[in-house]
């Protein structure tokens, strides 16, 4: 089942300059896994030292935030579309 | 190589800038910017569309852009072929000039960083691109609002 995950332009360069990527997967946490497999530069971006969801970027499926799903459980389908979001702040 | 393009705005997204940060006081206000990359993938400094964002900090100290408004920006520029090539921010008592904590959290050295400080009686609006703890200003040119580049 492919998901097509979009990469915003930041982290592009870990992604050989790719915009958008499709990776197998039944689970965001699958998907990822296979994503920073292809692309390693991109695991400190995306997940944490434990594992987990790096916690300046925000990850939505479709039109929903994983993190109110089952964040990295979160079920995937073929079509759906991951969106990789860096977390936006300042003072 | 720190490049740094000239930002240039319409009237009207420099209007839409500085009315959405007097909109949201006292609390700090926040938008997107976007708009074309160059052949490298570097912003040209045209803004396409300013976007106000809901700050999700809802804060007069700190914003967070809304992730929802995040993803909305990122779907409007897509649909032109543009990117996200900047965030606003107002302070509402400092300098138009990154804090600390901007430039801690400063997520694209490609980005416009723009600061509108409203401590003064006039806003003042200043751009900067942000890249490893260093700060560099930019050029705000405003131009016609024609269309197209």
């Known amino acids: ?3 097509v995950i979009k990469i915003p332009n930041v982290l592009r360069a870990q992604a050989d300059g790719q915009a958008s990527i499709a990776v197998e997967g039944t689970t965001v946490g699958e998907v990822f896994n296979q994503l920073v497999a292809q692309y390693p530069g991109l695991r400190g971006n995306l997940l944490d030292d434990a594992g987990g969801l790096h916690k300046f970027v925000n990850v939505y ?4 935030d994983i993190r109110y799903l089952d964040g990295l459980d979160t079920k995937v389908a073929d079509g759906d ?4 979001l860096p977390a ?3 003072g | 190589m720190f490049t740094r393009p000239t930002l240039r705005l319409t009237g009207a997204q420099h209007a839409t800038i500085v009315g959405n940060c007097y909109d949201g006081l006292p609390d700090e206000a ?4 976007l708009g074309p ?3 490298r993938g570097e912003p040209t400094g045209v803004i396409s569309e300013a976007r106000p964002a809901r700050n999700a ?4 100290r700190t914003y967070t852009v809304d992730p929802r408004d995040m993803l909305a920006a990122m779907r409007a520029a897509e649909a032109r072929g543009h990117e996200i090539v900047g965030v606003w921010h107002s302070h509402t008592h400092t300098d138009a000039y990154p804090s600390p904590t901007d430039v801690r959290q400063a997520v694209d050295p490609a980005w416009f960083y723009v600061i509108v400080s409203l401590r003064d009686q006039a806003p003042v609006l200043r751009s900067y691109r942000i890249r490893n703890g260093e700060i560099a ?3 705000v040119e405003l131009r016609s609002s024609t269309r197209g580049q």
């Open chain 1, 61 to 64: 499926k479709d039109d929903d």
């Open chain 2, 57 to 60: 900090d809802a804060s007069a």
């Open chain 1, 81 to 84: 579309v991951l969106s990789i």
């Open chain 2, 30 to 33: 926040c938008g997107l910017l």
């Open chain 2, 37 to 39: 990359l160059d052949d």
């Open chain 1, 1 to 3: 089942m492919a998901v």
């Open chain 1, 88 to 90: 936006v702040a300042g």
């Open chain 2, 137 to 139: 200003e930019t050029a």
